[in-house]
């Protein structure tokens, strides 16, 4: 489909050789945004602003349809580490909110700007639905500075390594690595994904070797195509972190 907006960038972990397709477009990422949150609560727990084992009770508002858990299970009180984990391996969007209220959304995007994220941001917390007197999306970004962001959290740092731990027990896997390999075992993938009506995204580090994001937007129905393209870019993708 004409229609279509597909981003790509990539980053060598070796060489550092980079690669982009509409890398510095600006496109609305689903739960991908996700990441920016999951990367102001790792250097909060490195440098001592928050505790992982801090207690979370959740408030009528934080509760979320949509992907998760928590809106079926009957636990009212979990962790900073808990809420980060359930983040980032079941995407809970009850979760997210707890951390967002927790944390705030001006505190993340200045975290994220430190970063070098100056066009990748939060708009809101999640809601579902989202309505007509609402930011008209969670986040937006660019392929360019999340594959950046993906690159940086390849790092040893405390709180690189506390984020890809997250990101490795991403337990969907239907977007980037779908045609290829899946290994669970050795740290082959850590991801984040994100979908919703007209945007299929996937920010990750690929075999240690690739930092990557892919990003495709279209119209609502579209998703089956939006889908293929960013399954095809992984294929690119794969074959690049398997290069000797």
Known sequence: MNDITLAVATRDLVTGEFHGVNEDVELPLASVGKLLLLAE???SIEGGILHPDTPVTLHEDDYCGGSGLLLSLSGRSWTIGDLALLTAAISDNTATNALLRRVGVDRVNAASAALGLSRTRLLDRIREPRGPGDPPTF?????AELASLAALVAGSDGWQVLMRGWMQQNTDHSLVPALVRHDPE???LA???GTDDGIRSDVGIMDRRVAYAVLAHGPSGAEHELAAAVRQ?????AERASAQ
């Open 191 to 193: 991801n984040k994904t």
């Open 41 to 43: 609560v790792a250097m």
């Open 139 to 143: 986040a937006i970004g660019t392929a």
């Open 186 to 188: 050795g740290g082959w």
């Open 233 to 237: 870019a992984g294929l690119a993708i």
